[in-house]
């Protein structure tokens, strides 16, 4: 947001290897999104992110490169971390997994700034699909029913949103985004304040996946607590 970089480079010489388990991963698990590709030694679940589990296999790898290459690798046991590594990796990012929070924010927070405005997601916000929001439900009666979101609108345009990204049983996956020309202004917050006001109400668990300092503070400043930092590879096809 604003001067802040919108990813963190992993700077760290330790193992980027996750150890947590991820909703997103569970939820592609549990076949609610994105593919899974099972071979003897080990299975990689091809989602927003692609996870890298057991043993990798080179003949699998070769003959399902586009898997590997062009993807934000996840590596989930040290066997693959070492055979991605010894690949030609272009970068590599750091993320930090929050303990999953069940209540309400715990954060104060002033008024908005003139002319800007907090709303749920209405079925017209829902429809519209801000910033991409709300689009693994089914619809708008799915979205109430299982999902939270709230949204700050300046003239009638949503600049800023936090929503649940996904569903998996009463847990969810929060997502915040704000427009580049309105950040820096605290909407965020507002509508992560909401969307977790109204998960608490739902007796909805809310996970919290932070890709950059801005995120973790902002994660950490509404009651969430860090477990783990772990690295996203992404390798330059030869």
């Known amino acids: 947001m604003g001067t802040q970089r919108e990813f963190e480079i992993w700077d760290k010489s330790g193992s980027g290897v996750l150890t947590e388990t991820p909703l997103i991963y569970k939820a592609c698990?549990?076949?609610?999104?994105?593919?899974?590709?099972?071979?003897?030694?080990?299975?990689?679940y091809d989602t927003v992110f692609t996870y890298l589990c057991g043993k990798p296999d080179e003949k699998f790898v070769q003959e399902h490169l586009d898997l590997i290459y062009e993807s934000r690798l996840v590596c989930m046991t040290p066997e693959w971390e070492e055979y991605?590594?010894?690949?030609?990796?272009?970068?590599?990012?750091?993320?930090?997994?929050?303990?999953?929070?069940?209540?309400?924010?715990?954060?104060?927070l002033g008024t908005l700034p003139e002319g800007y405005s907090l709303s749920p997601f209405t079925r017209e916000i829902f429809e519209e699909h801000p910033f991409d929001h709300g689009r693994n439900y089914k619809d708008y009666d799915d979205f109430v029913s299982n999902g939270a979101g709230a949204a700050v609108l300046f003239d009638g345009k949503v600049v800023s949103a936090s929503s649940s990204f996904i569903t998996?049983?009463?847990?969810?996956?929060?997502?915040?985004?704000?427009?580049?020309?309105?950040?820096?202004?605290?909407?965020?917050?507002?509508?992560?304040?909401?969307?977790?006001?109204?998960?608490?109400?739902?007796?909805?668990t809310v996970h919290w996946d932070a890709q950059n300092v801005m995120s973790s503070e902002m994660a950490k400043s509404h009651g969430f607590t860090p477990v783990t930092e772990y690295a996203v590879y992404w390798l330059e096809r030869g």
Do not use: W
């Not at 930090?96 to 924010?105: D, G, H, I, N």
């Not at 202004?185 to 909401?194: F, R, W």
């Open 29 to 44: 698990r549990d076949g609610k999104i994105g593919s899974v590709h099972s071979y003897s030694e080990g299975c990689i």
């Open 84 to 108: 991605i590594t010894g690949l030609p990796v272009m970068f590599i990012l750091k993320r930090e997994v929050m303990a999953p929070l069940s209540s309400e924010s715990v954060k104060k």
């Open 168 to 204: 998996l049983g009463d847990n969810v996956e929060l997502d915040v985004f704000t427009d580049p020309g309105h950040r820096q202004k605290g909407l965020a917050d507002h509508c992560v304040y909401e969307m977790l006001r109204q998960s608490s109400s739902k007796k909805l």
